[in-house]
């Protein structure tokens, strides 16, 4: 640890360590933006309920009932949210496996978006599990429960948040100026891309394999021995719609660190991205149709679950997936984002219709979460965005990195 | 195509299983034939009495409160994290029939399946149980479970999975499960499973006009240690009679066995890609 302190500090010209840190941690910029007024008052209010939660039992905060023991904190934070770090495992597919160099410039703001948003929702994880302490327990220790998918899943996110963080390291050591350190990490990239990968294959799929076992519980709609399958190819077009809407973004509030090149390179990523989303898609949409004929489930098209299930397939996969196609025929970026925002809610909805709309569709009365339950899910989002924007301002995300870092690859 | 995708997984996954990764893949809930000598308890709705011994007994065994409520019909009760038992009444085609609710303790349970931190296990002598020193409190179990059994304690900071464990503190110390012990109507009959499913047969064939000719838990999610016998079909009693004869854990095993083949073949084939995409990348680099 003292070795690689004395690097760090020799390469910031002496200045120490902990004095460096401690000016990084205050905030850059103006106080008073927009987001912040809405996003501090959110934080403090979920900061407030968590620990309600933690000291009273989950039952006085959610609405969650012995028949629906899983509600907004799994299937839209984990299920969902996971499914919008897709895109991190497919762009770094794209740039460092088939070494399609056009995507370079956004792959380290995706790996990182990718990092916290599972560190973040799988933290949610953490909200709602019941005896936390024992979190350890699948992880060391004699008690592997290796029949469960669950354990897959646990497993396989600490390992690919370890991959990601390999991903990203580079970044950290050009900002701390570790020449050595990065010299390391950068040789590591192309293991932890790989490993990266095969995790989030098996994760993503893990995710849909959680529902198998509750057959009778979800709607046959949404339930098939393929739901799996299901989750992982829609995780690809789901991550890729997440850079394009979050690229959109961030490449507007932080427009001031960006290159001119990038910047011209952006629309060309962007409507890269759309034909890969239309490919995807159309692959998705053709395995749901299968699916669907597979289970002849024609009579329940007309009844309310039906007409949802309509909605969820037309109107936020076939439409989005024309969208992105028209869209891209006449490189159209406006329509590209509103395909984008179209797709994402159409994951949304999958993802809830499979873990909490149609789950338990029939029971009596209906699981439906609380205003804390969604304030909560908030405070991660916004405590995520805060570190996000943290990390953009001091690291060399969206910005080149410096020009030892180019000449020591 | 997806689904010959599948099946070749699933064909692969069974080489890679038989690898060194069998013994890690073992499941808890590996397929356990019918005779092994499970116990269980056969319960008979024709001879309950709706007196609630069982609830009572149930309570005090397990330190819960007493039962406030009585059974009737069109009243439905639910087992909770308060009681693990209940006696329910309905009105049927021939007349009105009490019936038990409980953990059912499938053979191959799919909450042990689910379960990740083993916490909760199948026992050699049959009752599926719950340790509190392994549980991470995720519910997966209630989940994956078809009967609902498992239920957890929603207002605790510390909370506890609650259900029927068929006292098997008391099978340990020999005694009887104390629901079986209460019933004044014998119809809750303690034994091994095998034993219980050849008296069942032998009731229903001695009063073939009493019965409907069916014993529910012999084949539902693979069998049950919980055997029921009633006079009218069960889902006239407020069972699932729609629930897959196989083990639910069958369901995730085929995904489960892709794994191990995945995590070799995936790198693989990545790093064959990586290597032949190479070029293009010094290639494009040359034109910046």
């Known amino acids: ?409 | 195509m997806s689904i010959n995708r599948r099946n070749f997984f699933k064909v692969l996954g069974v080489a890679g299983a038989t690898l060194a990764t069998d013994s890690l893949l073992k499941t808890n809930a590996e397929p356990s034939s019918n005779n092994k000598e499970f116990s269980g308890m056969l319960y008979d709705s024709t001879r309950c009495l709706g007196c609630q011994a069982c609830e009572r007994a149930c309570a005090k065994a397990n330190k819960l409160p007493e039962p406030f409520d009585k059974p009737r019909v069109g009243h439905i009760r639910e087992t909770n994290d308060k009681r693990r038992t209940i006696i329910n009444k309905y009105n049927t085609s021939k007349g009105e029939f009490n019936i038990k609710k409980q953990c059912m303790h499938c053979d191959e349970p799919a909450c042990v399946a689910a379960c990740l931190t083993q916490a909760m296990i199948k026992t050699k002598e049959g009752p599926v149980i719950w340790r509190a020193d392994k549980c991470m409190g995720c519910r997966f179990c209630m989940v994956s479970c078809p009967f609902d059994s498992p239920k957890f304690e929603f207002l605790s900071s510390n909370p506890k999975i609650v259900k029927c464990t068929m006292c098997y503190d008391r099978l340990l110390e020999g005694k009887f499960p104390a629901c079986a012990n209460a019933c004044p109507g014998d119809a809750i009959l303690y034994g091994t499973r095998k034993d219980l499913i050849k008296e069942g047969r032998k009731r229903i064939l001695e009063n073939p006009t009493q019965y409907t000719d069916y014993i529910y838990g012999e084949h539902e999610a693979g069998g049950t240690s919980f055997l029921y016998l009633s006079a009218v079909p069960i889902n006239e009693l407020g069972f699932k009679t729609t629930l897959q004869k196989k083990s639910y854990p069958e369901l995730t095993k085929g995904f489960l066995y892709s794994v191990p083949s995945i995590f070799v073949l995936w790198p693989s084939v990545l790093l064959g890609i990586y290597e032949a995409t190479k070029n293009n990348r010094s290639k494009s680099e040359n034109y910046e």
């Open chain 1, 1 to 409: 640890m003292n070795n690689t302190a004395n690097i760090i500090a020799k390469d910031n010209e002496g200045t120490a360590i902990w004095k460096f840190f401690l000016s990084e941690l205050k905030p850059k910029g103006k106080w008073l933006t927009p987001f912040n007024i809405i996003s501090i008052p959110v934080i403090i209010l979920g900061i407030v309920l968590i620990i309600m939660r933690f000291y009273n039992g989950l039952g006085t905060v959610t609405n969650l009932t012995q028949s629906v023991p899983w509600g907004l904190w799994i299937g839209f934070d984990v299920v969902t949210g996971v499914a919008f770090a897709g895109g991190a495992y497919v762009l770094t597919f794209m740039v460092y496996i088939l070494n399609m160099h056009n995507y370079h410039s956004i792959v380290r703001v995706t790996v990182l978006n990718g990092f916290l948003a599972y560190v973040f929702y799988a933290g949610a994880l953490l909200l709602d599990l019941g005896r936390p302490l024992n979190v350890i327990n699948p992880i060391i220790g004699n008690n592997f429960g290796v029949s469960s998918v669950l354990f897959l899943v646990a497993w396989h996110f600490l390992l690919y948040m370890v991959a990601q963080l390999i991903e990203f390291s580079p970044a950290i050591a050009e900002w701390l100026g570790a020449k050595r350190a990065h010299k390391i990490l950068s040789g590591m990239t192309i293991a932890a891309v790989i490993f990266g990968i095969t995790l989030s294959t098996l994760h993503q799929s893990g995710l849909g394999a959680l529902y198998l076992m509750a057959k009778e519980k979800i709607h046959p709609l949404w339930y098939s021995e393929f739901i799996p399958i299901m989750f992982f190819v829609s995780s690809v077009f789901a991550g890729l719609s997440m850079v394009i809407f979050e690229g959109s973004i961030t490449h507007k509030v932080f427009s001031d660190q960006i290159s001119e090149k990038n910047h011209h390179n952006h629309n060309k990523i962007i409507h890269g991205l759309a034909k890969i989303c239309t490919g995807a898609m159309f692959a998705y949409f053709a395995l749901q149709i299968l699916v669907f004929i597979h289970g002849k489930h024609w009579s329940l098209l007309n009844t309310g679950m039906g007409y949802w299930y309509l909605v969820e397939m037309i109107g936020f996969v076939l439409v989005p997936m024309l969208l992105y196609f028209y869209s891209y025929r006449k490189n159209n970026m406006l329509l590209i984002r509103v395909a984008a925002i179209m797709t994402m809610i159409g994951i949304i909805l999958n993802r809830l219709n499979v873990s909490v709309i149609g789950f338990r569709w029939d029971s009596a009365i209906r699981y439906v979460p609380t205003w804390m339950e969604i304030v909560v899910t908030l405070t991660v989002i916004f405590i995520e965005i805060w570190v996000f924007r943290w990390v953009i301002n001091r690291m060399p995300v969206m910005r080149e990195s410096p020009a030892w870092a180019k000449e020591n690859k």
